[in-house]
């Protein structure tokens, strides 16, 4: 069996980020594996800012919205695990993109040369998904690295 030495833990920020770091943080715990948290800032949103400034131009330029924007989603991430994850870490490195959460998965696994895609089927919007399918879908389609999903019982809910 192949050693793991190189997780990528994909977090939106949504209710199911933690339950992605706690099972990150159990498979990294067992093999001391690097981890480093990826955050995408969807492109699709960047592009609807740009629509808006061009209706509503501001003092803001785009630039300056996705400086503000990485930063935010750095500082909740880090306040994410400061809250739940302090001792461990030292063992995570944040990293946030931009582009299409999918493609940016992918080719960030790829080139950091990643043994391990951990992520939630589910997200921040399930309307998203019946429009666009979801990245978590696309993640396990085309990704050559192996990709675990991780699931919380009391958040998913299943049609019986």
Same mark, same amino acid.
């Given at each position: 069996?192949?050693?793991?030495?190189?997780?990528?833990?994909?977090?939106?920020?949504?209710?199911?980020?933690?339950?992605?770091?706690?099972?990150?943080?159990?498979?990294?715990?067992?093999?001391?594996?690097?981890?480093?948290?990826? $955050?995408?800032?969807?492109?699709? @949103?960047?592009?609807?800012?740009? %629509? *808006?400034? #061009?209706?509503?131009?501001?003092?803001?330029?785009?630039?300056?919205?996705?400086?503000?924007?990485?930063?935010?989603?750095?500082?909740?991430?880090?306040?994410?695990?400061?809250?739940?994850?302090?001792?461990?870490?030292?063992?995570?490195?944040?990293?946030?993109?931009?582009?299409?959460?999918?493609?940016?998965?992918? $080719?960030?696994?790829?080139?950091? @040369?990643?043994?391990?895609?951990? %992520? *939630?089927? #589910?997200?921040?919007?399930?309307?998203?998904?019946?429009?666009?399918?979801?990245?978590?879908?696309?993640?396990?389609?085309?990704?050559?690295?192996?990709?675990?999903?991780?699931?919380?019982?009391?958040?998913?809910?299943?049609?019986?």
């Amino acid at each position: 069996m192949k050693e793991i030495k190189k997780i990528l833990a994909c977090v939106d920020l949504s209710e199911y980020s933690l339950i992605t770091l706690e099972y990150t943080l159990t498979l990294a715990g067992q093999t001391d594996a690097k981890i480093t948290v990826l $955050n995408v800032i969807n492109q699709r @949103d960047i592009h609807a800012v740009e %629509m *808006a400034y #061009k209706v509503y131009p501001l003092q803001q330029n785009i630039d300056t919205y996705i400086k503000g924007l990485t930063q935010t989603r750095i500082q909740s991430l880090k306040q994410l695990i400061r809250d739940n994850f302090f001792d461990e870490k030292s063992k995570l490195v944040l990293r946030i993109e931009t582009g299409i959460p999918y493609e940016v998965i992918i $080719n960030t696994a790829e080139a950091e @040369d990643t043994d391990l895609i951990v %992520m *939630a089927n #589910k997200g921040r919007s399930n309307l998203s998904r019946v429009f666009f399918g979801s990245a978590a879908e696309k993640v396990f389609r085309h990704s050559r690295v192996p990709v675990v999903s991780v699931r919380d019982k009391k958040l998913f809910k299943r049609g019986k």
